[in-house]
């Protein structure tokens, strides 16, 4: 699977969401961008975005989310997520 950022599918109309954060005990200071990104293999249906997490311009998290129920994922993975 590649995934590859919406705006190269999408182009100048996407909009990539960023967040400035000073002063928190959890995370250092400065910007963190989302940049949502997609699976182009024609190939795959993984109906799934993976989202990078950006801080300063270095990718510090990735977040998985797919839309589709767990059953779907339990049948593309081939089986049940007791055992994944």
């Known amino acids: 699977m ?8 999408i182009g100048e109309a996407h909009q ?4 400035k ?3 928190s005990p959890q995370l250092p200071d400065g910007e963190y961008s ?4 997609y699976c182009v293999d024609p190939e795959c249906d993984c109906r799934k ?5 950006m801080h300063n311009g ?5 977040i998985n ?4 129920s767990a059953t779907f994922y339990e049948n593309w993975m081939g089986g049940s997520s007791k055992n994944i």
Not at 16 to 19: A, C, L, N, P, Y
Not at 49 to 53: G, P, R
């Open 49 to 53: 975005t993976m989202i990078q997490v």
């Open 2 to 9: 590649e995934f590859i950022p919406a705006g190269e599918i």
């Open 58 to 62: 270095k990718l510090v998290s990735v």
């Open 65 to 68: 989310y797919g839309w589709e």
């Open 21 to 23: 954060i000073k002063q």
């Open 34 to 37: 989302f940049v949502d990104t």
């Open 16 to 19: 990539v969401r960023t967040v």
